[in-house]
């Protein structure tokens, strides 16, 4: 294969808040070395997140991975469910990233499912802490949405939405 995908979602358990859902490619095989040492976003504190998310920027314009989050808001989780609201989002992330699902090898955290079309893809549960490429897809993702959730805070200072972090 190619191309190596990494899926990843955040923000399932919150009570408040969207889903979102982290995809990450390695456009270059050098990329890998580039993250040496990632962990999955919860094992690590969210100064240690923006850190590694600064460095994906970098590698991105350096033209090395690329990466797309997507969300789907809290009106699109009460009308149509959760797993409604993942499968949107994981298939818009993986269209964003603009490779060829037969050039590619998708590997999915938990009980994720890729789009049919991609027909190399691999379910691993807690791939977040086993996988370099989940562990970053579910860095995006984390920093993204909890950015969201302190926009949010600012907007309604009274919710606590800084604490409905996923």
Known sequence: MKYLIGIDEVGRGPIAGPVAVGAFVFLKPQAKQFF??????????????????????????????????????????DA?????AIKKCLSDSLKKLKIDPKEAEVRLDGGLKAPSEYEKQKTIIKGDAKEQVIALASICAKVLRDRKMRKKKKKHPNYGFEVHKG
């Open 80 to 84: 149509k469910g959760i797993s409604f």
């Open 36 to 77: 040496k040492g990632v962990k999955e976003s919860k094992q690590i504190s969210e100064a240690k997140r923006e850190e590694w998310f600064e460095k994906i920027k970098e590698a991105q314009k350096l033209g090395l991975i690329n990466f797309a989050v997507t969300f789907q808001s809290e009106k699109v989780i």
